[in-house]
């Protein structure tokens, strides 16, 4: 029995943590010249802020993979559980990864408890897991939702700090955002005041920022209540889109027809002579 | 798995072919309280008597019908101990499930985990069975579906099935009254009156169970003042 055991723990790999084992294979390949993938990243405006009646999120919808936009219309706003939701920015897989895990884990803690989650334990499951990872697990979240205890805010960096706030904006046009925000953010905004002012926020990013684009999302949470806008605000249409269509020819044309004869250059050779030895 | 003498797994087969264990946990089953379901042809109802061991106890705390799923639920006749680990294990799969898959998980599929872990505890080293027999409710893409599964892992889909004390006498009651195309209301109103059949005392809305689940595939505890209209319906 307990031969067998130190057999298992032998080839048992390690639990958790990142393994760094291809680390050395990937310095190998840099040095001999082969250039890293590039993955896809969300440059994002990520946005939230808190108003009279609960918390208002905000993001864009571009996904670049280096200088290409791979994705016009993405969703950076994910669902956290029937009152939290969470922005995500940095690398798609990475947000998508964690927010999906942490709203599995509050499920299951509300079937535990038989209550409704609270935004700080999302927040701590989160910021456990990313602090883990230390910072490999490159994702900025805006947090934010309504509880028991009112509404929440919080931003949690990729190294796992955490910060609790009235206004809120992560991702590379987070200067941008927060901006607009510093000069016309004050207490006690109403729904509509609120919304204004998130989509002016992320249009700032928008429009000044290659790795935003697109359209703007808008989440409201509110006691007992939510409202995700997808694509509330569309400030970039495509347009010169020729209205008649495209025709294309149904078949290959036919552009020219020359017939070349063959000149015989083979010698046909007459009886069976030739076949026999 | 513990100590190595008791190592060995405690359901060894009998001389005559019987898993001795598992006959006894049926025995633990047959002397819990009724619990019965039907399926009707919008919805599945299940039901169970509440008897408390005391007056003093607060009846609010007690939930023997537990929701595994938005659209599935259950309820056990037994050991209530077991029936809370067998919720918890169930809980847990169809989470699993629904991150992998990212699809609720069909009704067959969880009843088919959950006998997977109760068969388990048949067959390894220092454990014994589950004392507990489930009435698994759900509605899904297949339609309605109420599933029995027994302490040794068997499951059976039943068009209407009851477990525990009385179980010969409410399983008789359910043959004569059941029809295929009752609907969920009415299989409510013979699901009161099937525990009413072996009930001692006087049955109100706060001692017995009942959870429904209809066309909007939602799983619900009826609250004991939805139970008393319907009790008063019934009489």
Known sequence: ???????????????????????????????KGVPPPSFRKTGTTIVGLIFQDGVILGADTRATEGPIVCDKNCEKIHYMAPNIYCCGAGTAADTKAVTDMVSSQLQLHRYHTGRESRVVTALTLLKYHLFNYQGYFQAALVLGGVDANG??????????????????????????????????????????????LVCEAICSGIFNDLGIGSNVDVCVITKGHKEYLRNHQLPNPRTYVNSKGFSFPKKTEVLLTRVTPLEEKVEVIEGGDAMEE | ?????????????????????????????????????????????????????????????????????????????????????LVRKSWKQAEQYHRLYKEPIPVTQLVREIAAVMQEFTQSGGV??????????????????????????????????????????????????????????????????????????????????????????QFRVLTPAEIEDYLAEVE
């Open chain 1, 1 to 31: 029995m307990e031969f067998k055991m130190a057999q298992a723990a032998a080839e048992v790999p390690p639990k958790g943590g990142f393994s760094f084992d291809l680390c050395r294979r990937n310095e190998m390949l840099s040095n």
């Open chain 1, 151 to 196: 509404p929440h805010l919080h931003t949690i960096y990729p190294h796992g700090s955490t910060d609790t706030l009235p206004l809120a904006t992560m991702g590379s046009g987070s200067l941008a955002a927060m901006a607009v925000f510093e000069s016309k953010y004050h207490e006690g905004l109403t729904k509509a005041e609120g919304i204004n």
């Open chain 2, 1 to 85: 798995m513990g100590d190595s003498q008791y190592s060995f797994s405690l359901t060894t087969f009998s001389p005559s072919g019987k898993l001795v264990q598992i006959e006894h946990a049926l025995t633990a089953v047959g002397s819990g309280q009724t619990s019965l379901g039907i399926k009707a042809a919008n919805g599945v109802v299940i039901a169970t008597e509440k008897k408390l061991p005391s007056i003093l106890v607060d009846e609010s705390s007690v939930q023997k019908i537990q929701t595994l799923t938005p659209n599935i639920g259950v309820v056990y006749s037994g050991m209530g101990p077991d029936f809370r680990v």
């Open chain 2, 128 to 217: 014994r069975p589950f004392g507990v027999s489930l009435l698994v409710a759900g509605f899904d893409d297949n339609g309605p579906q109420l599933y029995q599964v027994d302490p040794s892992g068997s499951y059976f889909s039943w068009k209407a099935s009851a477990m525990g004390k009385n179980v010969s006498n409410a399983k008789t009651f359910l043959e004569k009254r059941y029809t295929d195309d009752m609907e969920l209301d009415d299989a409510v109103h013979t699901s009161i009156l099937t525990l009413k059949e072996g009930f001692e005392g006087q049955i109100s809305g706060k001692n017995i169970e009942i959870g429904i689940i209809g066309a909007d595939k």
